[in-house]
């Protein structure tokens, strides 16, 4: 079992930024990528990015390409996402998630085994 929890959501103007970190204890030796989405009120679960957890390779989202960046460090087993120039669309509750049945960098929520309650983020225009 793999448990993680999110923090660092909150209120923040367009144009502005903010980091959401995901903390990952249990079994974490078997986690091979880490993967965040998010969703918006009414609409489904969509892939923001992520991050191969040993090579530190990432993917991202055209919609956030250049303004958020994954990172992790593997010695806090914890993983991050920086958020600039926020936009009033990038409002959402934001998802980390990990997958432990293998390597790769996966769109799909249905590759990842292991999820978090989420953080909300707010961005007003």
């Known amino acids: 079992q793999v448990q993680l929890v999110e923090s660092g959501g909150g209120l923040v103007q367009a144009g502005g930024s903010l980091r959401v970190s995901c903390a990952a204890s249990?079994?974490?030796?078997?986690?091979?990528?880490m993967g965040w989405f998010r969703q918006a009120p009414g609409k489904e679960r969509e892939f923001v990015a992520a991050?191969?957890?040993?090579?530190?390779?990432?993917d991202y989202a055209d919609s956030v390409k250049g303004r958020f960046t994954i990172s992790r460090d593997n010695a806090k087993n914890t993983v991050y996402l920086q958020l600039n120039s926020l936009k009033p669309e990038d409002t959402a509750v934001y998802y980390c998630?990990?997958?432990?049945?293998?390597?790769?960098?996966?769109?799909?929520?249905?590759?990842?085994?292991?999820w978090g309650q989420g953080t909300q983020v707010t961005v007003s225009s």
């Open positions: 998630a990990a997958r432990t049945r293998g390597s790769g960098l996966f769109h799909s929520q249905y590759e990842y085994d292991y």
């Open positions: 991050i191969k957890w040993s090579a530190g390779s990432t």
């Open positions: 249990g079994r974490t030796f078997g986690v091979y990528s």
